[in-house]
């Protein structure tokens, strides 16, 4: 199987382990078949940022301990969709992003250059 790439063509690094991320929640912004959210951006969540996806109907801060989820806070990093990173950048709320650990998939729905602008480690 072929090592996982970021947006950069270097391999994906983990996004958090501390909340668990991931649509696999295996730390990493890693995707298949089944993730038909397409959960590739690592972000680090703002205050902004949570209350456009409150807004939005997905309150990320509520916990869910059913599924072992305390709910996030502003600094958290976390894998998120890439077209609700999309929505929120085109409301102005787009949450920083972390390149190495934002998977390669990501550029089918989000161009290098506008996540290097958002980039916490851009190169």
Known sequence: MAETKNVLGGPLQSCSTAPM???YRD???NTGPEDVGIHTVCAEVTEAFLAF???RGNDLTRP???AGFSGL????RWCLCAGRWVEA???DMAPPVILAATHE???AIVGLD???EHALDAP
């Open 114 to 116: 506008l996540l290097k």
């Open 73 to 76: 806070k502003p600094g958290d």
């Open 64 to 66: 869910i301990p059913e």
């Open 27 to 29: 730390g990493c912004c």
């Open 105 to 107: 998939e990501t550029l």
């Open 89 to 91: 950048y085109r409301a």
């Open 53 to 55: 996806s409150r807004s």
């Open 21 to 23: 991320t991931g649509f």
